[in-house]
């Protein structure tokens, strides 16, 4: 049977999600208490303070540090403890959260801290880009450019997604690229390339219904350009697990991807932004996170 995390260390994003983080040390407090758990909190304070307050826990013999926030919180923790003992734990309150997602994280809040306590950790891959880790998604084309926008916009949430989704693909215009996937080589214009580690990107939206995150390999979802009057079925399929049927998608599962478009531009990490060269290397080690699961 295995061990389950004695010594918690909770990292809470402030500016994470839609709603106040004032109230999270107390629904903490409440769940734990009688656990006889140990824990503590921390702020984050910067960009990047998530990754050093996750490798001070880990120097602290925590036995799990748990992200308290959206994927790009979870992705900055998860950064820091790549390769090391503790876990990562999720309690999701981004506007996507499609790691906590694709691992059954429970959304609400009070179940998500209650989790953590059934959990035990198992390991999972992780994926890199250009050298930069991402354990969900990572991609170029369109939903590159929707991570770009959606973070500049000054209200989050779903319906602020969906109305960037709505606004940016009436103009937006298709590049080439050219492929090798495992040394395959493929030339095609595409509307997005999209690098699954995990099932979907947030919110139910599942790019690779059919990924796994302990298999080894990346699902290259790779979808060609294709009419408005497909946009309905493709939302359809999206949101019902069924994409990998839509007629302009193709997904194939590779180690190493490497990718020549047509100029540097927007790159996205776990729904982060990131602007990028036009060559990007993309590659998978197994086995290289520990996370809280049941």
């Known amino acids: 049977m295995k061990q389950k995390p004695e010594r918690f260390f909770f990292i809470i994003n402030p500016i994470a999600g839609v709603r106040s983080k004032e109230d999270i040390p107390r629904k903490i407090k409440e769940v734990f208490s009688g656990s006889e758990k140990y824990y503590e909190i921390a702020f984050t304070k910067f960009k990047g303070h998530a990754t050093e307050l996750a490798q001070e826990a880990v120097n602290n013999n925590f036995d799990a540090v748990v992200a308290v926030g959206g994927d790009g919180t979870i992705n900055e923790v998860a950064t820091g403890l790549i390769g090391q003992t503790p876990a990562l734990g999720i309690i999701p309150l981004g506007s ?60 989050r949430g779903f319906s602020t ?18 492929i090798s996937l495992d040394g395959k ?24 219904p059919q990924a796994s995150l302990q298999d080894g390999y990346i699902d290259v979802c790779m979808m060609h350009p294709f009419p408005s009057s497909s946009l309905l079925n493709l939302g359809f399929k999206l949101f019902t697990k069924k994409v990998n049927k839509f007629h302009y998608l193709d997904i194939i599962k590779a180690k190493n991807i490497e990718i020549e478009r047509e100029s540097s531009g927007p790159v996205h990490l776990d729904g982060e932004p990131v602007y990028m060269d036009s060559r990007l290397k993309i590659s998978i080690v197994p086995n290289s996170l520990r996370v809280l699961s049941i």
């Open 185 to 208: 080589e493929i030339e095609m214009e595409a509307f997005l390339l999209s690098f699954a580690n995990a099932s979907q990107y947030g919110n139910n939206v599942f790019i690779a």
């Open 161 to 178: 997604y969906l109305k960037t989704v709505i606004t940016e693909y009436k103009s937006y215009k298709c590049e080439t690229y050219k």
């Open 96 to 155: 996507g959260n499609g790691l906590a997602r694709h691992l059954k994280v429970p959304i609400h809040i009070q179940n998500s801290i209650k989790y953590l306590l059934d959990s035990a950790p198992v390991s999972i891959d992780h994926c890199r880009l250009n050298n930069l880790p991402f354990f969900c998604t990572a991609g170029v084309g369109f939903d590159a450019l929707i991570g770009k926008v959606f973070s500049e916009q000054k209200t």
